[in-house]
């Protein structure tokens, strides 16, 4: 399958001190991948691009006082034109011309991105690589055969389980969520088209999809900075999906590729949200399914403290390490729904791999036990902990307590190295890690008080 998502050192998981400061993003350089994001080292701040860590995917990196010194709309304007465009009319026409034909004549070029009828053309020739026959069904879901986009810091187009895809709407469902924001989630935007009772709008960067869809239902989308590359004629017609759904109940589902970093997908949950707000005169955040690896739990919670991580393991159909299933992970998938909806909503009594809680009031892992000194299931990964009462918490039943580092650790560990060498994700000091952070303590001390 080519690359497959690294967990060793993710950029969500941040290794150095680089951070991304949250900030308006519509005064930022651009680049082809839309605004750019401003990061902050120790040698200075810098805007790179929001979706690319790799150089070589887009090599655009600007000093902030460089910046500073440059006319801001000249450059910009440049960038605007060399983003490619997306006739959406022109492509849904063309999809209905080849829906009326019979399955043996439609075709899809890999190669030139075309949706096209055999009969009409000879353009698609040679070594093209081209798909044919399409038949009803593939037209309705075609991420289920177009080739996926496996760069793990940019697309990893990796797709949930017909399982995964039933799970979400089951949770909308029981939330009575007729409307999906499906953000980066072709399959639950698919399967939504088909269902009676949902509605839905997908955001993505893969603009093959447009192809498959009416004006109305793909959106170019960045969700790194919050970017539609169509500019006000998406912006009206996601405005109007916002405010049609005030009454029937609107949800964000989303799966961003997990190299990408947790503050700008927090930003754009709030920005979205922020506008919704705005359409409909409400408040708050909006209900969030967010599919993201176990261990960004402590970034996310930090950031965003009501929306929380629930046991259940996404499975993914074309990527055999995130299944629950022969071949994949020991542990089974890494991948958790984060939610802000009540967990008493997500049902998994159909599922073996679950069981039911009756001190959580909701349903978790097999092998998660309850901790009557924690109060919760306390797994993350999918193995069973163990409580340690010199750390006051549950553990990996692999670690042991550490007098020399005050602290449970792999055994076998090198005291002190970890200590030293990893900042605070929250204060960006050195010498202790964030769940330890004396600054968050004092925060939730002033909370307390009032």
């Known amino acids: 399958m080519g690359k497959k998502r690294k967990f060793s050192a993710p950029e969500s998981t941040p290794k150095s001190s680089i951070e991304v400061i949250v900030e308006d993003v519509t005064t930022h350089p651009m680049c082809l991948h839309g605004p750019t994001l401003l990061f902050s080292t120790e040698k200075g701040k810098y805007f790179g691009c929001a979706s690319c860590r790799d150089k070589k995917d887009c090599t655009l990196h600007i000093d902030e006082e460089d910046w500073k010194k440059e006319g801001v709309r000249k450059r910009n304007e440049k960038y605007y034109n060399l983003i490619p465009k997306v006739d959406k009319n022109t492509a849904w026409k063309n999809f209905n011309e080849v829906k009326m034909r019979h399955a043996s004549d439609r075709a899809y070029c890999n190669t030139c991105k075309d949706l096209f009828n055999i009969s009409q053309t000879k353009k698609h020739r040679g070594d093209h690589r081209v798909t044919t026959p399409l038949t009803e069904e593939q037209l309705r879901n075609p991420s289920t055969w177009l080739p996926t986009l496996e760069n793990d810091y940019r697309e990893a187009q990796y797709l949930f389980t017909k399982k995964a895809v039933s799970t979400v709407l089951g949770i909308l ?37 447009h192809q498959f869809y009416p004006p109305n239902k793909f959106l170019w989308y960045n969700m790194f900075n919050n970017y539609l590359f169509d500019g006000n004629n998406d912006e009206k017609v996601l405005k109007k999906f916002l405010k049609a759904s005030k009454d029937t109940g609107l949800c964000i589902v989303m799966d961003p590729p997990f ?28 209900p969030v399914i967010w599919a993201f690896p176990y261990f960004s739990e402590p970034y996310i919670r930090n950031m965003i403290p009501h929306i929380k991580m629930h046991d259940y393991q996404v499975e993914y159909q074309n990527h055999k390490k995130f299944q629950n299933s022969k071949g994949g992970r020991k542990q089974g998938s890494p991948v958790r729904f984060y939610t802000n909806l009540p967990f008493a909503t997500i049902d998994l009594s159909n599922d073996s791999n679950y069981k039911y809680c009756n001190k959580c009031k909701y349903w978790v892992g097999k092998s998660n036990v309850h901790c009557n000194k924690c109060k919760e299931c306390a797994s993350k990964d999918g193995t069973t902990y163990v409580h340690c009462n ?5 553990v990996k039943a692999t670690y042991e307590h550490c007098n020399t580092c005050s602290r449970c650790c792999q055994v076998g560990h090198k005291c002190g190295i970890l200590v030293e060498s990893q900042s605070c994700y929250n204060c960006h000091e050195k010498g202790h890690k964030q769940l330890e952070c004396p600054q968050r303590k004092t925060e939730k001390k002033k909370l307390k008080s009032k």
């Open 173 to 209: 469902k029981n939330n009575k969520i007729r409307n999906i924001l499906c953000i980066g989630t072709p399959s639950i935007h698919e399967a939504a088209q088909t269902h009676p009772e949902f509605d839905s709008i997908l955001l993505d960067f893969d603009t093959r999809h």
């Open 259 to 286: 190299g990408g970093r947790v503050e700008p997908l927090v930003h754009t949950i709030k920005e979205l949200s922020a506008t919704y707000n705005k359409l409909c005169e409400t408040d708050g955040i909006l």
């Open 390 to 394: 010199l750390c006051n918490r549950c």
